[in-house]
């Protein structure tokens, strides 16, 4: 079984900045492309980030692009989201995902989430 436990969320102001990291625990987590997902109230769970094994073919979503950026430490088992120059419409529940399958930015593709870590950004 595999457990993904986010943390780093918080409430700040517009501009500021945050890391999220997220803690993996089982044997595959190396192998499998890992993400950033996010919910505000009354919409959908959207696509925020994916980085693949290597750590050298990370995506974002158009929203996020340029001032998010996805890392991850095989060797620590983590994955992070530094997020920066905030904006209010960034508030959510931030959630981290695995998969092993294509297209790994798809909801519906991911095999493992967290719990989620909430993010707030005040104007």
């Known amino acids: 079984q595999v457990q993904l436990v986010e943390s780093g969320g918080g409430l700040v102001q517009a501009g500021d900045s945050l890391r999220l990291s997220c803690a993996a625990s089982?044997?595959?987590?190396?192998?499998?492309?890992m993400g950033w997902f996010r919910q505000a109230p009354g919409k959908e769970r959207e696509f925020v980030a994916t980085?693949?094994?290597?750590?050298?073919?990370?995506s974002y979503a158009n929203s996020v692009k340029g001032r998010f950026t996805i890392s991850r430490d095989n060797a620590k088992n983590s994955v992070y989201l530094q997020m920066n120059s905030l904006k209010p419409e960034d508030t959510a529940a931030y959630y981290c995902a695995a998969t092993q399958r294509l297209p790994v930015q798809l909801i519906r593709n991911q095999d493992y989430w967290g719990q989620g870590t909430q993010v707030t950004v005040s104007s």
């Open positions: 089982g044997r595959t987590f190396s192998r499998s492309f």
């Open positions: 980085i693949d094994w290597s750590g050298s073919f990370p």
